[in-house]
T-cell receptor
């Protein structure tokens, strides 16, 4: 596709359930970013990949959060044992070099 | 210290008027990029404008211009001739080479008919 694709668009999880969020970046984009956005707030950094290498995971809030990009294209953000405070929109973005970030539509996660 | 500061949680502007959204940034890297994004209620992040730290001229894209004052570490967004469709959240962001994008807390702009 032409843009960054995220799936699912919406996810409702019961507290304690594991979830996996997928991001398909723009083909050829080396950098991939995951952000968490709470309602009415700015995007908060989670993690950053350059190709398959995870260069920065300092924003992951706990060891329940894990991200991977094994072949340097598609990325998955996994959240284990979801908690209510994990409810947010998860944004994925990709970029070519040091240019602008192209964002996906986001996955809205609701933990009940 | 915050990398990006947006001090205006909410702004109102009359249709067809110009509005300035403030952004200050903090970095010690001489090379960086500054970005503005628009996020309407639909949630998508729409890129508006980019300014490189070495760019001599202020960036412009249609009705958007970036008032870049490097010494003051300021990168204000100016929207001219506001339209109803400009009502949205606006985020300022900065990226240092090889690093993440840092975002501000955003400004909610409402255009009044």
């Amino acid at each position: 596709g032409a843009g960054v694709s995220q799936s699912p668009r919406y996810k409702v999880a019961k507290r304690g359930q594991d979830v996996a969020l997928r991001c398909d970046p723009i083909s050829g984009h080396v950098s991939l970013f995951w952000y968490q956005q709470a309602l009415g707030q700015g995007p908060e950094f989670l993690t950053y990949f350059q190709n398959e290498a995870q260069l920065d995971k300092s924003g992951l809030p706990s060891d329940r959060f894990f991200a991977e990009r094994p072949e340097g294209s598609v990325s998955t953000l996994k959240i284990q044992r979801t908690q209510q405070e994990d409810s947010a929109v998860y944004l994925c973005a990709s970029s070519l070099g040091e240019g602008r970030a192209f964002f996906g539509q986001g996955t809205r996660l609701t933990v009940v | 210290a915050q990398k990006i500061t947006q001090t205006q949680p909410g702004m109102f502007v009359q249709e067809k008027e110009a509005v300035t959204l403030d952004c200050t940034y903090d970095t010690s890297d001489p090379s960086y990029g500054l970005f503005w994004y628009k996020q309407p209620s639909s949630g998508e992040m729409i890129f508006l404008i980019y300014q490189g730290s070495y760019d001599q001229q202020n960036a412009t894209e249609g009705r958007y211009s970036l008032n870049f004052q490097k010494a003051r570490k300021s990168a204000n967004l100016v929207i001219s001739a506001s339209q109803l469709g400009d009502s949205a959240m606006y985020f300022c962001a900065m990226r240092e080479p090889g690093n993440q994008f840092y975002f501000g807390t955003g400004t909610s702009l409402t255009v009044i008919p």
